[in-house]
């Protein structure tokens, strides 16, 4: 159990790779705390892992509402004092349209939520990672975060601005003993996916549980070092297979 009473908080882990990465990481011994605004399906998740191991701590929570992601922060840190592991998960797709039609209140909307969602979860949980000098921050990127794509608009640039927020924060705290990395977790077999490609055959995509192998080395010890890069799940999950 390389988790073992780790604290970790996991945004958007109501379904998909968030839902994935609370079960796999409770399995590795992990304390969480987990929260979404889809507060039915939030409240599902928490009553399977109780019934696995330690309850995690839910709250539903729009992280484009500051005031929102503070009083989640405070709720956490009042019963864990501070956490080992943030992994910035929640994020919004947005309309596949070209960058011409989009209006600016749902442009808006996804900037919010993907980068100053990004900042403001992250400002919530920092102060006390830099004061136990300590800690590893995962923000779940795309590779439409690295080369723009036709009809991507917000959630493309959101995603650009991930890794940007990524290499600027490493290079600020890495003197402190807080490292922070991104993971493109590739095509998965999710909601937000199937919005994306409607017609796409979901049964031949990876479900999210097969890309985490990358999550568990950089909330663990192993990755004690690694800071300011950017991971490919299914490279990672390959070459792991590769050396093994």
């Known amino acids: 159990m390389v988790l073992k009473d780790k604290r970790i908080v996991i945004t958007g882990a109501s379904k998909g790779l968030g839902r994935a990465l609370a079960f796999r990481f409770a399995a590795e011994g992990a304390r969480l705390a987990l929260c979404a605004r889809s507060t039915d399906e939030l409240k599902r998740v928490e009553l399977e892992l109780s019934l696995r191991a330690t309850p995690p701590l839910v709250a539903s929570c729009d992280i484009a509402d500051h005031s929102q992601v503070e009083r989640f922060a405070a709720m956490v840190l009042e019963e864990y004092g501070s956490i080992d592991v943030l992994v910035n998960n929640a994020s919004q797709l947005g309309p596949r349209i070209n960058i011409a039609e989009w209006t600016a209140a749902t442009w808006n ?54 890794e940007g927020f990524t290499q600027t924060l490493a290079d600020e705290v890495k003197i402190d003993g807080v490292r922070v990395n991104s993971v493109n977790p590739g095509p998965m077999d999710t909601d937000m996916r199937h919005a994306a490609y409607p017609e796409e055959d979901r049964s031949k995509l990876r479900s999210p549980s097969e890309v985490l192998e990358v999550f568990v080395y950089l909330a663990s010890d192993q990755s004690r070092g690694t800071t300011g890069q950017y991971f490919d799940a299914q490279e990672f999950q390959k070459s792991k297979k590769e050396s093994a």
């Open 109 to 162: 909307r996804i900037i919010d939520v993907n980068v100053n969602g990004l900042f403001a979860v992250t400002r919530a949980f920092l102060p006390q990672m830099l004061k136990q000098k300590s800690g590893s921050i995962i923000n779940v990127g795309s590779s439409v975060g690295k080369k723009g794509r036709q009809r991507w608009g917000a959630y493309a640039t959101s995603k650009f601005a991930l």
